[in-house]
Each structure stands twice: as structure tokens, then as C-alpha cells.
């Protein structure tokens, strides 16, 4: 099947957050096709892991459905590794500082397409093991990692970012920190 071909570009919009870009392209049958994306820099969601329970970040208001939601730690990965990014965001949105951090790791290296078909960003999850002491004002909602600590969470969590990083989570069957 031959590839489709990129004819034009007939805009370009960019802002701090996102540059808006409509093309022509022209399709394996030959039909010219009118296309919009979004380019946006990567992001990543942090699950940070204190002993017995995962911490949200606080409830924030979020204009693109206004409302305020429950959201696990995330963030942009602009010009930095993703690791470093989430230790960013861990400090950002849960007063975190790098110490507190057992352990980083990355569920996936390559990240998943946010929305291959309007987005080129990539989603990120990480699990942050957190040190058993005690933490700081500010840091978070806890939620135990029990089925009905789980249950719940899912229940509250309506972002489907956040979603899909908790379940992934859950599916590698992530026994080393389950109590």
C-alpha cells in the first residue's frame, strides 16, 4: 500500500503550550485529505508510592471540562529526561524533594500516543517509591492500595491519562508495593 503524501501546509498556530498545524495530504487512493494535529511536548504521570497508599496531587480546577479533579502528580517533559521531569513535578505538586525518592522507575521507555490521530505527544507513567517518613504539608491525597482503596480512586479519578497509568500499574501486578 503506498504511503500517503503530504501535500501542503496551510497553518500554523503556535503558542507556549501547543502549535496547532492544518495540512493537505493526499491518501494511498489518491483523494486529498484535509488534516489537523497538535504538536505539544511529552508529558508524564507520576504514581508516587508511600507505604501502604499511592498519593493524588491536590484537587486542581481544570478549564478545559470546568471542574476540579482528582489527579495523580503530572506534567510537561520539555528539554529535560523524563526521570527528571517527574522529580520536577514530584517537588512541584506534592513538595517532594528528591530525597524523599526511594526509587524512580519508568512503566514504559517509549511512552504511549496520547491521540496518534490529532497529537504527536507521548504519555509517560512512572512509579516513585517514597521514603516511610513522614510527609510535608501539602502533599497529596492518600489512597490505600487495597482493593476498596483502589476502587474508590477509580471511582474519583476522571482523567483518562491518570486512568490508564493507575491500571497499567495495576496490571504489571506490581506486588513489590502492594501492602
Not at 480546577?61 to 520536577?88: C, H, K, N, W
Request: some cysteine.
Amino acid at each position: 500500500m503506498p504511503e500517503w503524501t503530504l501535500e501542503d501546509r496551510f497553518l500554523t498556530l503556535s503558542t507556549n503550550w501547543v502549535t496547532l498545524v492544518g495540512e493537505h495530504y493526499t491518501d494511498q487512493r489518491g483523494e486529498r485529505l484535509e488534516y489537523y494535529r497538535a504538536e505539544r511536548a511529552d508529558s508524564v504521570i507520576v504514581l508516587p508510592v508511600h507505604g501502604d497508599a499511592l498519593l493524588c496531587a491536590p484537587r486542581t480546577f481544570r478549564p478545559g471540562i470546568g471542574e476540579t479533579t482528582l489527579d495523580f502528580p503530572g506534567g510537561r517533559v520539555p528539554g529535560s529526561s523524563v526521570e527528571e521531569a517527574a522529580r520536577r513535578i514530584l517537588l512541584r505538586e506534592l513538595n517532594l524533594s528528591a530525597d524523599m525518592v526511594l526509587d524512580l522507575r519508568l512503566m514504559n521507555r517509549l511512552g504511549w500516543p496520547v491521540n496518534s490521530s490529532f497529537s504527536d505527544q507521548r504519555l509517560f507513567g512512572a512509579v516513585a517509591r517514597l521514603r516511610p517518613d513522614p510527609l510535608s504539608e501539602g502533599a497529596g491525597e492518600r489512597h490505600p492500595l487495597s482493593p476498596e482503596g483502589i476502587e474508590g480512586l477509580l471511582q474519583e479519578l476522571e482523567c483518562a491519562q491518570c486512568r490508564l497509568v493507575l491500571l497499567h500499574y495495576l496490571m504489571e501486578g506490581r506486588s513489590e508495593d502492594l501492602p
